[in-house]
């Protein structure tokens, strides 16, 4: 044990379930969505037979995303095209062909699957530079192919405020320019993800082959609920009015402050920051450092998701972490992640300690203040996404008992197993 206990009484907690926006698709509505949209754009006169067609993929755990690209697959196939896909995805698992290949296989985006080649390669050709003297990357595999479709989640960006953020242009500079391009924008820090990464967007669109993009739009049970094909000259007008819409209906925790912050588990497959930033109100960039609220006294890490193959970028938001998390650190994939994000702090390594039991014990006893258990405003989630059902201290369910979309189960002891686990 690190340090002493100066109490063994833990907030009682309840099962808080809130009622979010909801409106899934369903594998059947993806599927028809995806079919539906590729007509719409027309695309037979760019697509056809003898053609090859570059489908970029990121390393964002969109829901339903294998579904998506497999259906994309299919309906590239139909005009008598050649698809493949390709990781558009900067400098995410761990800046290596191989690592990109493989995030996209833990995302179910096999080559099995979706029935098309994947093709993995960090080499990328050099198109000229944006309007602000940036070099303008992309993906080698993909500027030989004769088009190229990129799909992605439109939603906030945990990074910086724009007229786009996190989706479709997002995807085009950073995801399709490879490392390169990563490096590029992101040591201008938050200029250059605000400022710079739509001109290289642009970019691309003019010079390499782009003909659409697929946005998806997610409820807030992170459940495809809208799938949108775009033109490619129509991506940023659209892609702005879409991140308004996905804004709207972002899940966040029911309060604005907090003692403690539990979560259960962080990864990139959750958020490009482990966890998201517009949930937990942390940035901790060189040049930004927090958003407004949430106000966090202490936050938790507990462990790593499978689909982030140790990749701990935003372990650095956390104030303490459990050995059973830092056991599966691949430090050089959270490195370079982190310095490529402009972010070296996302890559800090918090306090581990032993247990989950010994975490929260240390972050009520000496870091939130002089809280007693039964006042102590305490939540905790399985992860950034995942927001319907959480758990609140009991002094938390005193405040929103009554409130409208809430309901809440029976408040409980903190339980632990034998070896400190939360139950």
Request: proline residues 4%.
């Amino acid at each position: 044990m690190l340090m002493k206990e100066q109490s063994d009484k833990f907030p009682r907690m309840v099962k808080l379930t809130q009622q979010l926006y909801s409106a899934p698709l369903g594998d059947a509505g993806i599927v028809a969505a995806v079919e539906s949209e590729f007509k719409k754009l027309d695309l037979a006169g760019k697509i056809g037979p003898g053609k090859t067609v570059a489908l970029g993929a990121g390393s964002r755990g969109v829901a339903s995303i294998n579904l998506i690209i497999k259906s994309l697959v299919a309906q590239v196939k139909a005009l008598g095209a050649e698809p493949f896909v390709f990781p558009a995805m900067g400098s995410h698992g761990g800046a290596t062909d191989e690592g990109q290949r493989d995030v996209l296989a833990s995302l179910g985006i096999t080559e099995e699957y979706i029935g098309c080649p994947v093709k993995s390669s960090l080499a990328v050709v050099e198109l000229g530079q944006s309007a602000s003297g940036l070099p303008v990357y992309l993906d080698k595999n993909a500027s030989q192919a004769d088009a190229i479709i990129i799909t992605n989640r439109i939603k906030a960006h945990t990074n910086f405020r724009g007229h786009v953020e996190s989706g479709l242009f997002k995807m085009l500079a950073i995801g399709t320019g490879k490392h390169a391009q990563a490096m590029a924008i992101h040591k201008h820090g938050t200029k250059g993800l605000r400022d710079y990464m739509p001109e290289v967007a642009r970019a691309i669109i003019e010079r390499a082959p782009v003909v659409a993009g697929f946005a998806v739009l997610e409820d807030g049970y992170h459940q495809a609920s809208r799938i949108i094909g775009i033109p490619a000259a129509e991506i940023e007008r659209t892609e702005e009015r879409l991140l308004e819409e996905s804004k709207r209906v972002m899940p966040k925790l029911p309060v604005t402050e907090l003692d403690l912050l539990i979560i259960e588990q962080i990864g990139k497959n959750i958020s490009g920051t482990g966890m998201d930033t517009n949930v937990v109100g942390r940035v901790r960039l060189i040049d930004n450092d927090k958003f407004p609220e949430p106000v966090i006294k202490v936050i938790i890490a507990l462990d790593l998701t499978e689909e982030t193959h140790g990749n701990a970028t935003g372990i650095g938001l956390a104030d303490l972490t459990t050995r059973r998390l830092t056991d599966k650190l691949d430090l050089r994939a959270t490195y370079i992640n982190s310095i490529t994000g402009q972010g070296p702090q996302h890559g800090a390594l918090p306090i581990p300690l032993d247990s989950d039991r010994e975490a929260i014990r240390v972050a009520l006893d000496y870091l939130v203040g002089s809280v007693p258990p039964e006042d102590a405003r305490v939540i905790r989630i399985k992860d950034t996404l995942t927001m319907a059902e959480i758990e609140v201290s009991e002094a938390l369910q005193r405040e929103l008992q009554g409130r409208d979309g809430f309901s809440f189960a029976e408040l409980k002891d903190m339980q632990f197993d034998q070896t400190g686990t939360l139950i």
